[in-house]
C-alpha cells in the first residue's frame, strides 16, 4: 500500500469519512452529469425520495462499469482491506427546501460514495457527518432519518463542502444527514453502494423480518 493510500486509510478508519479533492476531472463530471440527466428524462415520480434515482447501471451500462471498474474501486480496496461488493449507482438532485435528510446511520456494512457534479456546501444542502460515529452506534441508534435532530454544534461535526470532481468516502454506519437546498442552486451527485447483498441470510429468519430488512435497505439507499 502506497504511504498515500496508508494515511487515507488511517482517516477513514478513525473517522468513518475521507474526502479526495478533484477525484474526477472536468470532463468525466460533464459526461457523468449527461448520462445521469439523459437517463433519468421523462421521469415523473412525487414521491418523498423522487430527487434519488438508483439503478443507474441498469440504464446505461457506462455506469455499471463505473460502478465495478471505476478510479474508486482500488481506493476501497484499500481502504476496506478486501474487494467492495458494488450494490446499485445512484443519481441524487436537491432543489427543493423540503428534501431534507436529518442525522441517522445505516445498519448496512460496507462502503458508500459520492462525487460532486456540483458546487455543495450548507447553503445547498451538502452533506454532513459525525465523525468516528461509525465506532460509537449504540449511542447514535437512536437517529432516524424523518425525525429532526440538531447536531449543528456537536464537536465531531464534519460538513462535506464539495467542489465538482471531488470525492467522500463514508461507511453507512457514519452518521450522516444533509439539510435543505435553502438557496435552490444546483446540487447533483453521483453515489455508489458498496454494501453487497443487505438482504443475505434474512430470508432463514422468516418473511417478516426479510420484509422489514428490504424496507429499511431500500430507505437507507433512497437518502
Known sequence: ???????????????????IRDFVGPEAVRQIRTRA??????????????????????????????????????????????????????????????????????????????IALDEVNERNGCLQFLKGS????????????????????HPDLFEAAMSPGDIVIFRPTTVHWSGPNHDRSPRRGFNCFYVGDPFKGWKKKGQKDWHAAKKAKHAAMAK
Not at 439523459?38 to 440504464?59: H, I, Y
Not at 465506532?135 to 449543528?152: I, Q, Y
Open 1 to 19: 500500500m502506497s504511504q498515500k493510500n496508508a494515511a487515507l486509510k488511517a482517516d477513514f478508519d478513525r473517522d468513518g469519512v475521507v474526502i
Open 134 to 153: 461509525h465506532k460509537r452506534r449504540e449511542e447514535f441508534k437512536h437517529l432516524r432519518a424523518h425525525v429532526p435532530t440538531d447536531l449543528s454544534g
Open 37 to 114: 440527466e439523459q437517463a433519468t428524462e421523462g421521469d415523473t415520480r412525487e414521491d418523498q425520495f423522487s430527487n434519488v434515482t438508483k439503478g443507474l447501471e441498469k440504464r446505461d451500462s457506462y455506469f455499471g462499469e463505473l460502478l465495478n471498474n471505476g478510479p474508486q474501486v482500488p481506493i476501497l480496496e484499500a481502504l476496506l482491506g478486501k474487494k467492495p461488493e458494488p450494490t446499485t449507482a445512484s443519481f441524487f438532485t436537491k432543489n427543493e427546501n423540503a428534501q431534507e435528510v436529518h442525522p441517522h446511520s445505516d445498519a448496512l456494512e460496507g462502503v458508500v460514495t459520492w
